[in-house]
């Protein structure tokens, strides 16, 4: 007897629907693409039990005839591609023709369609797998789906489904990504007879913007474009600031298909670099338009992976537009303020009782001057930096005082701009030890007397493997004997650090994940950063207030420190005169 067999139809098809069909949402995705290519400007979702009894989707495309139903339930039957080399020309969502069958396969399927330009249409009804009717029906111009008992033939698929609500959540994000791109085309998605979302047609991006991310958000959003010879990328980019702890508000778009793809995510991230701290993701909508022929769409069953031919070249784009946009879009002092809210009329209550609202009125960019502060102690600021010119000192805003000897506080063209005195000299730092790095200038500081270091075991072994490069970073470790090291050496600006402390941190740094050398580098500069950089607690003298402000401006990202943390944070007039009830 045989131990090869090969296997009947309906498991045949059960298996491949499981690459295609994992939940409720992969069946709503699929059906929206054919709704999509069908050219349909109106697509309605409804869903019942979270897509577990019922997922129907209905379009007013072109409509299928009655052979064209027989057709569309056998695997691989496709209007999208003829040929083999069409693969890597796809201009469409489908184009596998796996799609319908596979649903068919684990489902209750019924299909009522009818082109434009005939009068009546066609029903086809199909169960796990299987053709159980087709005959004459009237119905709209368009098609419909229903697809009922998802998995009612697969129990144990059906059994690792989340509860109605989860899967509703499911497709709910899904439709949400599809219909972003597609904002010619209206939208609607219901639960039962509830109305979940309803997306009228639109001409700009920008109202789907609102449904996805929120209105504070999207109005947040700058956006930016950048053009190649095969690559055209537009962006819409939330500030920094409206980071979350998931990536579940990042979009990316190849052609208006909805990707998940390591490279453009990486790209965003290189973009973003230091606005963002650890564990935090960016809001962020990336429309990438290539030639087809220089994107593979073929790698996944769900499509929604793709390999670029010449994926440096793309990921050099998006990361290199990403940087310019938030580079010329948010900065502390000048610039665009995105997060202004715009002024509101005024308004008079309906009441019974008299409400005071004074006249919006202009404030003066330059105050009237005040008392210096008293100096105690300040750190010596001066002498870590360059004072910067004075006409750049000019041009910046005016230091009202210091916040509980943490906050820099001063008076900007917009309003109240609050200053971590630590966070900015921390950038400032980072940038002036990058730059004596690459031209080979750190300023070392030689110890008359070694100062003594205990490191644990794992702690002595990094420091052994990457002497060297702690030498090129101006700090020189001898290895005394057993986890004992004298340290003889160190960069100037670490002058005043608890060295036990900082060694533990930066040798945790070093060993962290094993990063590449250019990450190794950012993680070694970022730490002595932090520790020669002005602490919370230090007194500062508006001069060197002042001092520190024009060095941050004079940075390449004045508005986080290496770590990601904001520098600065702005409170307009409107906020102020909103919070004191001057106006309404």
């Not at 019974?352 to 008392?371: H, L, Q, S």
């Amino acid at each position: 007897m045989n131990t090869i067999r090969i296997l009947p139809e309906n498991v045949a098809s059960q298996i491949a629907a499981g690459e295609v069909i994992d939940r409720p949402a992969s069946v709503v995705r699929e059906l929206l693409d054919n709704s999509i290519d069908a050219r349909a400007d109106r697509i309605a979702v409804r869903i019942e039990g979270g897509g577990k009894s019922l997922i129907r989707v209905g379009d007013n495309g072109e409509g299928m005839t009655r052979d064209d139903l027989l057709l569309c339930i056998e695997r691989h039957a496709t209007s999208k591609i003829r040929t083999a080399s069409d693969i890597y020309m796809v201009n469409s969502l489908g184009f596998r023709g796996e799609a319908i069958p596979s649903i068919g396969s684990v489902s209750r399927l019924e299909i009522t369609s009818r082109p434009k330009d005939q009068v009546g249409g066609h029903r086809l009804k199909m169960s796990g797998g299987k053709l159980t009717a087709i005959e004459e029906t009237g119905a709209p111009p368009g098609t419909i789906i229903d697809v009922r008992d998802l998995f009612f033939n697969i129990p144990v698929r059906r059994n690792f489904m989340r509860s109605a609500h989860t899967e509703m959540d499911y497709i709910v994000d899904t439709l949400s990504r599809s219909a972003l791109p597609f904002f010619g085309i209206s939208f609607k998605l219901e639960d039962s007879a509830k109305v979940i979302l309803n997306f009228p047609a639109a001409d700009h991006p920008l109202p789907r913007l609102f449904s996805l991310m929120g209105r504070k958000v999207a109005d947040a959003m700058i956006e930016s474009n950048e053009t190649t010879d095969d690559l055209t990328v537009n962006l819409y980019l939330a500030p920094p600031e409206l980071n979350r702890t998931r990536a579940d508000r990042l979009c990316v778009y190849v052609n208006r298909r909805n990707i998940r793809d390591s490279l453009i995510t990486k790209a965003i991230f290189g973009g973003y670099g230091q606005r963002l701290m650890k564990g935090r993701y960016p809001q962020a909508v990336v429309f990438i338009e290539i030639d087809p022929s220089k994107v593979d769409v073929n790698i996944h069953p769900a499509k929604q992976e793709v390999r670029f031919h010449n994926s440096n070249v793309v990921f050099e784009t998006i990361a290199s537009a990403i940087e310019r946009a938030l580079s010329k879009s948010f900065h502390p002092f000048s610039g665009p303020n995105l997060y202004e809210e715009k002024a509101k009329p005024y308004y008079k209550p309906q009441t019974d009782y008299t409400f005071v609202a004074e006249p919006e009125r202009a404030y003066e960019t330059k105050p009237i001057g005040m008392p210096s502060p008293s100096k105690v102690a300040p750190p010596p600021l001066t002498a870590k930096v360059e004072k910067p010119a004075p006409s750049m000192l000019k041009e910046l805003p005016y230091v009202i005082g210091q916040l509980g000897r943490t906050y820099i506080l001063c008076q900007g063209k917009n309003g109240l701009i609050i200053v971590d005195q630590h966070a900015a000299h921390e950038r400032i730092v980072y940038e002036n030890l990058k730059k004596g790095l690459n031209e080979s200038q750190i300023e070392v500081q030689a110890l008359l007397l070694p100062h003594e270091l205990e490191l644990s075991a794992k702690e002595t072994r990094i420091a052994i493997e990457k002497g060297e490069l702690l030498s090129e970073m101006g700090i020189e470790l001898d290895h005394f004997g057993g986890n004992t090291f004298l340290l003889r050496a160190h960069p100037a600006i670490l002058s005043e650090v608890e060295w036990d402390s900082f060694f533990s941190e930066l040798l945790a740094g070093i060993d962290e994940g094993k990063p590449n050398e250019e990450t190794l580098l950012e993680n070694i500069l970022s730490v002595m950063a932090c520790h020669g950089a002005v602490r919370a607690g230090d007194s500062m003298s508006r001069e060197e207030m002042t001092i520190l402000l024009g060095q941050l401006e004079e940075t390449d990202l004045p508005t986080n420190c290496p770590h990601g943390r904001p520098v600065s944070r702005l409170i307009t007039y409107h906020e102020i005169e909103k919070m004191f009830k001057r106006i309404v």
